[in-house]
């Protein structure tokens, strides 16, 4: 494993195959939380911690007790995730209030969060080793945050801007996604 290797797999994860911008994952969370950039950041900074820690867990339990319960891994996948969303949340709740109360119910949907699930499933497809798996997760959900901070920065451009009647709201946050989408396309060649 190379060092080579594992900055490809970091950037791919973040930009080239960005879970947001190119593969559509994780959408509900996106455009519901993207109002203001303080929720942005807070959603983006515990979409990170959970994803992170849950490829760790997820590795593990896969690699080391799923042998032969293959067929389990997707409840597995997800009670985990569940689980570290409840930590995150009571963690939230008692320490920093004020993002407990803007993330409102986007936190919990964190746990329903296609794009954190994708991310478990991705490692094990590619057969990634636990370095590998630990920087895709990091990359992918870095890719995430900072399409949270772009659109929140994005949306509150917008709120100052002379939009036409029919297009406040969520067709212009619509229409803006798709532009920033199609820009990141622009780094499809980048990794090969």
Known sequence: MSVTTLIKIFI???IVDNM????????????GVTGDMDSAT?????VIFVTTLATVV???VYHYFMTGLEF??????IFTIASLVQLVEIYLKKNVPALYKS?????PLITTNCSILAITFINIDKSYNFV???LFAFGASGGFAIALIILAGV??????SNIPKFLKGYPIVFISIGLVAVAFLGFKGLIK
């Open 12 to 14: 791919a994860a973040m």
């Open 20 to 31: 947001v911008f190119i593969r559509y994952l994780g959408m509900c969370p996106y455009v």
């Open 42 to 46: 807070g959603m983006g900074f515990a």
């Open 58 to 60: 997820t590795w593990i």
């Open 72 to 77: 389990l891994e997707i409840l597995v996948f």
């Open 103 to 107: 993330l409102g119910i986007y936190l």
């Open 132 to 134: 590998e798996s630990l």
């Open 155 to 160: 949306r509150e451009r917008l709120r100052f």
